[in-house]
Nanobody, 125 residues
Framework: QLQLVESGGGLVQPGGSLRLSCAAS????????IAWFRQAPGKEREGISC????????NYVDSVRGRFTISRDNAKNTVYLQMNSLKPEDTAMYYC??????????????????WGEGTLVTVSS
């Protein structure tokens, strides 16, 4: 079965950190660019960060740039999202998705090949 599985979510205080993981099973992530999305309650899903299949290119939206870092370990078939200086407005369900090509700043556009089911991040005191 081809799937992506996110993990690492949880409850954290403002200013804290979490590292999300996106692991692939049934296929090799080496050939895919990966994007992280999030959806807060009552809001539309938004793309926040993405990384090319080689890991040499990354993209961040303004709201997370400087606080979040995307990386990948192709040997472990896993992509990570390190989230620092978390804010209450970062509270959302976080999803990873895979695409078989790299579209640069259009990496959040429609047409992802695989989606995970999400991991919940709650930032609250």
């Amino acid at each position: 079965q081809l799937q992506l599985v996110e993990s690492g979510g949880g409850l954290v205080q403002p200013g804290g950190s979490l590292r999300l993981s996106c692991a692939a099973s049934g296929f090799t992530l080496n050939y895919y660019s990966i994007a992280w999305f999030r959806q807060a309650p009552g809001k539309e899903r938004e793309g926040i960060s993405c990384i090319s299949n080689s890991g040499r290119s990354t993209n961040y939206v303004d709201s997370v740039r400087g606080r979040f870092t995307i990386s990948r370990d192709n040997a472990k078939n896993t992509v990570y999202l390190q989230m620092n200086s978390l804010k209450p407005e970062d509270t959302a369900m976080y999803y990873c998705a895979a695409r078989s090509n790299w579209r640069g700043t259009l990496c959040y556009s429609a047409g992802m090949d695989y989606w995970g089911e999400g991991t919940l991040v709650t930032v609250s005191s």
